[in-house]
T-cell receptor, first 109, second 118 residues
Framework: KNEVEQSPQNLTAQEGEFITINCSYS?????LHWLQQHPGGGIVSLFM???GKKKHGRLIATINIQEKHSSLHITASHPRDSAVYIC???????????FGGGTRVLVKP | GAGVSQSPRYKVAKRGQDVALRCDPI?????LFWYQQALGQGPEFLTY????????KSGLPSDRFFAERPEGSVSTLKIQRTQQEDSAVYLC????????????????FGPGTRLTVT
């Protein structure tokens, strides 16, 4: 079993819809990243969380340390939000990121 | 300011050739990471440098993979005798060290080098 699991693997939404991507992990962590990767492009860090909730524009990220679960929400989705969203964790005893497999999001106009 | 840059962006190699992939981190960033991302999958850790010291190379898949950062800035990932299974995007990321030279968790990624081995 992977240490970081994301769901769903693929998601298609209509423009304006609310989108939720989930991330569960099985190890103790120091911090969790949500990353965005556009086709052919590099990776951009959206959020780094160690507790609670963060908001940036239409994006909201939450984390529940006790349940070892994080969610990324996109409100009022737009076609430019189409990308792969990746959850990654810093393990508490480690010096590297462990990544989930990514969620491919397609927002149709 | 300038972000992390990687070169080349695309590399096609014949099986058996050696390749060298370059990463220029953000100036002043102490930590540098290499990741391998196969098609349709999330990245996987390869190796980590703190300045010029390679502190973790546990993710390198075989002894054909070698990374160096001799002056603590630019890093090169070298793959010898490339195989088809080496085809992937190779990502580099850098980060500042926190006070006390511990790892900063915020990483900045380069655009990646897409390697295709034919």
């Amino acid at each position: 079993k992977n240490e970081v699991e994301q769901s769903p693997q693929n998601l298609t939404a209509q423009e304006g819809e609310f989108i939720t991507i989930n991330c569960s992990y099985s190890v103790g962590i120091s911090a969790l990243h949500w990353l965005q990767q556009h086709p052919g492009g590099g990776i951009v860090s959206l959020f780094m969380l160690s507790s609670g909730k963060k908001k940036h524009g239409r994006l909201i990220a939450t984390i529940n340390i006790q349940e070892k679960h994080s969610s990324l929400h996109i409100t009022a989705s737009h076609p430019r939000d189409s990308a792969v969203y990746i959850c990654a964790v810093w393990q508490a005893a480690g010096n590297k990121l462990t990544f989930g497999g990514g969620t491919r999001v397609l927002v149709k106009p | 300011g300038a972000g992390v840059s990687q070169s080349p962006r695309y590399k096609v190699a014949k099986r058996g050739q050696d390749v060298a992939l370059r990463c220029d981190p953000i100036s002043g960033h102490v930590s540098l990471f290499w990741y391998q991302q196969a098609l349709g999958q999330g990245p996987e850790f390869l190796t980590y440098f703190q300045n010029e010291a390679q502190l973790d190379k546990s993710g390198l898949p075989s002894d054909r993979f070698f990374a160096e950062r001799p002056e603590g800035s630019v890093s090169t990932l070298k793959i010898q005798r490339t195989q088809q299974e080496d085809s992937a995007v190779y990502l580099c990321a850098s980060s500042l060290a926190l006070a006390g030279a511990t790892i900063s968790y915020e990483q900045y990624f380069g655009p990646g080098t897409r390697l295709t081995v034919t």
